[in-house]
């Protein structure tokens, strides 16, 4: 895991065994890997390798890398299109986004410029996500929606927090009722 985090520092990432590298930035919606490569690539699932990389002695590496996706991210996915705004995509990003807030709270607090964006940024998903619910394919892509609003339920406070929370807790128990025999 170290390793795998060390190598995300660098812009190496390997997904469905495949290793690709961006040396010179993140690209995104690349065109040569497949859309299920991209997918996980904007999951954001990295976020815990970096956790780990930061608790095995390397907390400013894993800072640095943590802030740099994120910045890269929001500025190269800012039109509501592509792979990165797939409901299951923002979703999964949602709950990872959110661990890495809890984690480092407080060199968030010491960089408010980043800390506004990626707070702005992580609300706007949470409203993304609250309007484009995987109603229609069901299974455990309406969970992973329905726990990433829950969570930015929870994360967040206000009126529409709180309605994100409500939807999340109605559509869990119904699809408890559904999905759990």
Do not use: C
């Amino acid at each position: 895991v170290v390793q795998r985090a060390r190598a995300i520092s660098e812009g190496r990432f390997t997904f469905l065994n495949q290793e690709v590298s961006y040396k010179n930035g993140i690209e995104w919606n690349d065109p040569g890997v497949s859309q299920l490569w991209r997918y996980h690539l904007h999951y954001f699932g990295y976020v815990e390798d970096l956790i780990l990389l930061s608790m095995a002695g390397e907390p400013e590496r894993a800072w640095r890398t943590f802030q740099s996706l994120a910045s890269s991210w929001i500025f190269g996915n800012g039109f509501l299109r592509g792979d990165g705004w797939h409901p299951y995509t923002v979703a999964l990003r949602i709950v990872n986004w959110l661990n890495g807030l809890a984690y480092w709270k407080e060199r968030l607090a010491e960089a408010p410029e980043f800390r506004g964006r990626f707070l702005s940024s992580l609300y706007g998903q949470a409203r993304f996500l609250a309007g484009n619910l995987e109603k229609d394919v069901r299974g455990n892509h309406l969970l992973e929606n329905v726990r990433a609003l829950l969570w930015a339920g929870v994360a967040f406070s206000g009126k529409e927090a709180s309605g994100w929370r409500q939807t999340a807790l109605g559509l869990l128990r119904t699809e408890l009722v559904e999905q759990v025999l």
